[in-house]
């Protein structure tokens, strides 16, 4: 997606450690119009889907995710992070690893919003190792849900979480593929298929 591209090249910054800081537009000051964009292209390509439901990871998805779901006119619910690992009879769970935190947490879902009768799109901010997606696609597996697809705005491709998800079939989106990117010069490129 040009304008997202775009976007990352004048103001996204380049930090060691394979990370991407893009947070004056994208996940802490959130430039709600790139959004309502972001939302109206994960909808042209997921047209006709009958997605009724958005699932996310707090916090970073949680933006993105609302505004998409304004488009899409679905309810959107997201996963919530705690601290504990005693999981009760109600909720899904899943144990997701962080890539920016470096740490293990548990997610979880109600299971009064996510069940049999939903078909639902994922949305997250990164795509990287793929442990917050894969995590997702845990909870919708054991809702009996059924995972139409990923929406993913910034997508590392030359980390593995993209290639390994698509090889388990997942179909996933991204409005921006970085192919390689330099925290020296700050060069960022961009995959185009
Ligand atoms: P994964 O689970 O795919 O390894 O990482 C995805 C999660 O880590 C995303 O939800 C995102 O919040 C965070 N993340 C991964 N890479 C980056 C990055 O380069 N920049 C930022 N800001 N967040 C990232």
Not at 27 to 46: I, P, S, W
Not at 187 to 192: G, K
Request: with cysteine.
């Amino acid at each position: 997606m040009e304008l997202l591209e775009q976007r990352i090249l004048k103001d996204g910054v380049v930090k060691a450690g394979n990370v991407l800081k893009v947070d004056s537009f994208l996940n802490h000051c959130m430039d709600v119009k790139l959004f309502q964009e972001m939302g109206k292209e994960f909808a042209r390509l997921y047209e006709g889907a009958g997605i009724n439901k958005i699932l996310t990871i707090e916090s970073s998805g949680i933006g993105i995710a609302c505004i998409t779901a304004m488009v899409f006119d679905v309810p959107v619910v997201y996963a919530k992070k705690t601290i504990t690992l005693n999981i009760d009879g109600e909720v899904y769970g899943a144990k997701v690893h962080s890539f920016t935190h470096q740490a293990d947490y548990t997610v979880i879902v109600s299971q009064k919003f996510l069940g049999p009768e939903d078909r639902v799109l994922i949305i997250d901010d990164f795509l990287a190792n793929g442990c917050a997606l894969e995590g997702l696609s845990d909870i919708v597996r054991q809702s009996g849900a059924e995972l139409i697809g990923a929406g993913i705005a910034i997508e590392k491709g030359f980390q593995e979480g993209g290639r390994l998800l698509r090889e388990k079939g997942l179909r996933i989106e991204s409005l921006a593929i970085i192919d390689s990117m330099n925290s020296e010069t700050g060069e960022i490129e961009f995959r185009h298929e």
